[in-house]
């Protein structure tokens, strides 16, 4: 069963380093363009941070189960996963305050690519010691 989990928070990774990706190049065209912040960009963004959300999750499962400890540096793995959870509504709430101007696009745009690079780095640090 705890195999399935492990692969479970493997796959989910690599997905979400893809949608962070794919979904920060889309903010940078949308900011191009002059466009602001709107509902299906808004949408998008909180379906990766509710992809975030779950992989901590996960991780918290494996983490009761034993399974942290066997990662090469457990505890910038874990501050790393903390970090992406809050990160996103952090910027939301506090840098934009509703702003949904193409400032607010660019704002997101670049918050999501720096994601995409925080998710490749949870992965470095997730590879077993």
Same mark, same amino acid.
């Given at each position: 069963?705890?195999?399935?989990?492990?692969?479970?928070?493997?796959?989910?990774?690599?997905?979400?380093?893809?949608?962070?990706?794919?979904?920060?190049?889309?903010?940078?065209?949308?900011?191009?363009?002059?466009?602001?912040?709107?509902?299906?960009?808004?949408?998008?963004?909180?379906?990766?941070?509710?992809?975030?959300? *779950?992989?901590?999750?996960?991780?918290?499962?494996?983490?009761?189960?034993?399974?942290?400890?066997? &990662?090469?540096?457990?505890?910038?793995?874990?501050?790393?996963?903390?970090?992406?959870?809050?990160? *996103?509504?952090?910027?939301?709430?506090?840098?934009?305050?509703?702003?949904?101007?193409?400032?607010?696009?660019?704002? &997101?745009?670049?918050?999501? &690519?720096?994601?995409?690079?925080?998710?490749?780095?949870?992965?470095?640090?997730?590879?077993?010691?």
């Amino acid at each position: 069963m705890m195999g399935f989990v492990v692969v479970l928070h493997e796959g989910l990774s690599n997905m979400a380093w893809m949608f962070f990706l794919a979904i920060g190049v889309w903010g940078v065209v949308r900011a191009i363009r002059g466009l602001p912040v709107d509902g299906s960009y808004l949408g998008a963004a909180a379906i990766g941070q509710g992809l975030f959300i *779950l992989q901590a999750l996960i991780g918290v499962i494996l983490w009761v189960n034993g399974r942290l400890s066997a &990662l090469a540096r457990p505890e910038v793995h874990v501050l790393y996963g903390a970090f992406v959870v809050v990160f *996103l509504p952090f910027i939301y709430f506090t840098a934009l305050r509703g702003d949904d101007s193409n400032r607010g696009q660019w704002v &997101l745009a670049f918050s999501n &690519l720096f994601l995409f690079g925080v998710a490749l780095r949870l992965i470095n640090t997730g590879l077993l010691g």
